[in-house]
């Protein structure tokens, strides 16, 4: 079997929640990052869901090597912006 995928989840909202119910115990991703502006709330998210680490923007968790790709869960006036981050930084 191939080592899974590292995800990064950027953003803390619903739907990240809903994006780690739905991968947590998918054997071909593994969440290894979170990141979100607002790092109380960052902080929370990953205690809850016992992710290893945060970051205080995505541009953080993108440099990240394990992080292969992410979910983008921030509102959607931002999509584009975080879109075109990952995708420069190959992690789409």
């Known amino acids: 079997m191939n080592a899974p995928l ?4 950027i953003g803390s909202g619903f739907i990240s929640w809903v994006h780690y119910m739905a991968m947590k115990d998918n054997p071909k991703a593994k969440i290894v990052a979170h990141a979100d502006v607002d790092t109380t709330r960052g902080e929370a998210f990953i205690k809850e869901f016992g992710i290893p680490k945060t970051y205080p923007s995505h541009t953080a968790l993108l ?3 394990e992080v292969d790709v992410v979910v983008i ?10 879109s075109m981050d990952a995708l420069n930084a190959g992690k789409h």
């Open 6 to 9: 590292g995800i990064g989840l």
């Open 63 to 65: 440099a990240d090597p």
């Open 73 to 82: 869960g921030v509102p959607n006036h931002l999509h584009h912006s975080v």
